[in-house]
């Protein structure tokens, strides 16, 4: 699909899906980057000192709140009028524009890599190299991370059904992500579901960790390490830990 018509416009045809469900695009992506930089402080360390890559950045709705709390950010997108748009928006990120396939990056060159709700454009045939390509630019010991819509939710259905940039979605279920964390060269962390509540709230966040089982969350998380080739990952033993 091509974003680039909706660049310039993209959290007002967003926060038009989401009327009614009591949801805003900007608190959204505050709540996600909240979740990855406490993953990365337990995970990594000071998240002030690593390298962060936002695959899929659009127009750095998610890098502007993460921005001040890595130590460096880059995004790419295959959409360059979204990418101009970040690059207004977080001047200080570094983004660059590249083919949906390869990553403009060499290998092992960042501490966490991912994904906010790109997963469902990419087409399922072409997912297991997507992600292939994430854990090629972690390096050893780094994170893979991907954030997706939950299908088996009706109200994150109805959106994504009347939001033009989810004409192409083809939404896959949590443990569908887990298993393309589940290839060579990665090693299952965890996922949970998530967004529970469309408003914000402190309380519901702090909750989340204890009910991350339940698939009633508007959106689901997953991610795995990067290894040494020699250190393979288990499909088997990812199943069994679909709860974590």
């Avoid at 940039?165 to 962390?189: I, T």
Wanted: hydrophobic share 45%.
């Amino acid at each position: 699909m091509d974003f680039d018509p909706y660049a310039s416009g993209y959290r007002a045809t967003v926060n038009g899906a989401l009327r009614g469900s009591g949801a805003e695009v900007g608190q959204l992506a505050g709540y996600k980057a909240r979740l990855m930089l406490g993953l990365m402080d337990r995970e990594l360390g000071d998240p002030r000192a690593l390298r962060v890559l936002d695959v899929g950045c659009g127009v750095g709705l998610i890098d502007v709140e993460l921005a001040a709390g890595v130590g460096e950010l880059h995004g790419a997108d295959t959409s360059q009028r979204s990418l101009d748009e970040a690059t207004r928006l977080v001047p200080d990120a570094h983004f660059r524009h590249f083919d949906g396939q390869t990553f403009p990056y060499p290998d092992g060159g960042f501490d966490f890599v991912f994904a906010v709700c790109v997963l469902h454009h990419v087409p399922p045939a072409g997912r297991g190299a997507f992600v292939g390509e994430m854990a090629r630019v972690a390096r050893p010991g780094g994170i893979v991370f991907v954030l997706d819509h939950n299908p088996l939710n009706p109200v994150t259905r109805y959106v994504v059904s009347h939001c033009p940039l989810d004409r192409d979605a083809v939404l896959l279920r949590r443990a569908s992500a887990v298993r393309l964390l589940a290839q060579p060269g990665l090693r299952f962390g965890g996922s949970a579901y998530i967004a529970f509540w469309p408003r914000p709230s402190t309380v519901v966040e702090r909750l989340e960790p204890m009910i991350g089982w339940l698939p009633a969350g508007a959106q689901y998380h997953a991610w795995a390490t990067r290894v040494r080739g020699a250190d393979r990952a288990d499909p088997s033993r990812a199943a069994t830990r679909l709860a974590s």
